[in-house]
């Protein structure tokens, strides 16, 4: 996968953050490194607080946000839907979803049958 230079700024961001942070000295705790907990601190920091630490349970950032390899196949393992995509104010997510040209189907749960993968 190729990244973007928002993703290394992003990266190099939270692991400046992460590794700069004195945790005895911190004010302002953020549990979890998931995409609230980045957006956050990035919040944060864009305000001029600098006094936080982020804490992440696992050993690594993102949140649902990840992938596993299984049987030489590269699968999403979590953040696979895209919600408020109908509703008063769109999803931000979903203009990402279609500039980058993702696959995408609704869930339709009121049939469950029409949930096998239908494209849009």
Known sequence: MAYSSDNLCLVFF??????????DATTTIIVGAGMS????????????VKDFVILEATNRI???MHKETVGGYTI???????EGVG????????PLAKKYKLRTFYSDWSNLSYNIY???
């Open 87 to 94: 509703g008063k104010v769109m999803n931000p997510i979903w």
């Open 62 to 64: 993102g949140g649902r």
């Open 118 to 120: 239908h494209q849009e």
């Open 76 to 82: 999403e393992i979590g953040a696979n839907w895209v």
């Open 14 to 23: 939270i692991c400046t953050v992460l590794f700069s942070s004195s945790v």
């Open 37 to 48: 907990g980045i957006m956050a601190a990035k919040t944060l920091s864009d305000n001029g």
